[in-house]
């Protein structure tokens, strides 16, 4: 059974729902912060860009981590656990329901299964309706501030033009349904020249500032997708069905919802194989990966030995004793400016603390970590 289309009015999307969308491409934020460094290191390249978007890119370097509307990456895991986990427990039936409504329905057991859905759908609403409130305000305040900064470095044609690359589109984009190719071209660009850039920075003896993000195009538009139909249903579901059509529709944007997040799972084995490999997953691919059927490995974090034994430099963790010394990431090169480092088994390390950060949140989110285990 299809899912329909239906000329009837869509309920404004909801501040859980462009929540959602964030948390999905939470990957642009780090990608924005790389861009600052890279600003920071050559100055000479980014001569051409406004006054206001170099204003930016250095708020991006010393507000970060220290200002409300600039949360770093740990600040906004907290942010995404406390306005999204509980709600997200539910969401596995509503989209099971979906997916059997339409693959396996028929004129005899059509409104069985339409009843189905609605159950799920108001269980769904219910968990989502205890998120709303002042928390839920704040939350998206300072996602949505720090993001839109992002989205402006991308949307800027003079700082793209630094990359050879055109703007990104204007409007809601990369939310609100634009699958336009233009912008996947730009940010999976846009990454794979600051990854080049900072090969050869490190080659030539300068600092190593890792960009742990594997992207591509069709990757892009997967989570295009994955973002604007769950937060499609999420609106919908927390405006209610007032008839059978809303629940058609309904059924639809949840079913589209799965299928997109289906086609992003990660490869799971390679992930509890591959230590690189999964690093290099985005928000929505960590939280699609089970834990190892044998146990979770030790990360930098996770022991009071490593914790105790841990330095930073303006934020970043730069080196370590304990689980780290067994890293692999043991083989990025040293960072120059970490000071008053212990002698360790692979020296002083500058790592990208986005990911690591994901590796110490696993589980946070139930489940598959997001609870987004897919039918």
């Known amino acids: 059974m299809s899912p329909s289309e239906h000329n009837v009015a869509v309920p404004p999307v909801h501040p859980i729902a462009e929540l959602y969308g964030k948390w999905v491409f939470n990957f642009m934020v780090e990608a924005a912060t790389a861009i ?8 000479q390249h980014y ?11 250095s708020a991006f370097r010393s507000l970060v981590g220290s200002h409300p509307d600039w949360p770093d990456a740990k600040q906004r895991i907290s942010i995404f656990r ?15 329901a979906a997916l059997v409504y339409v693959e ?7 409104e069985l299964l339409r009843d189905a859905f609605r159950d799920n759908a108001t269980s769904f609403r219910n968990q989502l309706k205890t998120l709303e409130g002042h928390s839920l305000d704040i939350s998206s305040h300072q996602i949505g501030a720090i993001f839109d900064n992002a989205l402006r470095l991308f949307r800027s044609a003079e700082l793209v033009r630094v990359f050879d690359l055109p703007r990104a589109p204007d409007g809601s984009w990369p939310l609100g349904g634009d699958f336009g190719g233009e912008g996947a071209y730009l940010v ?19 600092m190593n500032r890792p960009l742990y993000i594997s992207m591509s195009q069709s990757k892009f538009e997967i989570l295009q997708r994955v973002a604007h139909y769950g937060g499609l249903a999420m609106s919908e579901v927390l405006a209610g069905a007032q008839d059978d059509n809303d ?60 914790v105790n034994q841990t330095y930073t430099v303006n934020g970043e963790i730069c080196c370590s004793g304990g689980d780290l010394e067994s890293s692999s990431n043991c083989e990025i090169s040293p960072n120059p400016s970490c000071i008053n480092c212990p002698s360790i088994g692979c020296g002083s390390l500058e790592i990208a ?10 589980g946070i989110f139930g489940g598959g970590g997001f609870g987004l285990m897919v039918p």
Do not use: C
């Not at 709600?87 to 039936?93: E, H, N, Q, T, V």
């Not at 999976?188 to 300068?206: D, K, P, S, Y």
């Not at 058609?248 to 799972?265: D, E, F, M, P, S």
């Open 247 to 306: 629940a058609r529709r309904l059924i639809g944007n949840v079913y589209k919802w799965t299928k997109a997040l289906q086609r992003v799972v990660p490869n799971v084995a390679r992930v509890w194989k591959d230590e690189q490999y999964k690093l290099r997953l985005t928000d929505i691919e960590w939280g699609m990966v089970d834990p190892h059927p044998s146990g979770e490995i030790s990360f930098p974090g996770l022991s009071p030995r490593a």
């Open 188 to 206: 999976t660009e846009a990454i794979r020249t600051l990854e080049g850039i900072n090969v050869a920075r490190a080659a030539a003896g300068g």
């Open 353 to 362: 603390p986005a990911r690591f950060l994901r590796e110490r949140a696993r």
């Open 47 to 57: 001569r051409q860009v406004p006054d206001d978007i170099k204003d930016v890119l």
């Open 36 to 43: 600052a460094y890279d600003f920071a290191d050559r100055p």
């Open 82 to 96: 406390g306005a999204l986990s509980t709600a997200f427990l539910s969401s596995a039936s509503l989209r099971e």
């Open 104 to 110: 396996d329905g028929n004129a005899n057991n059509e």
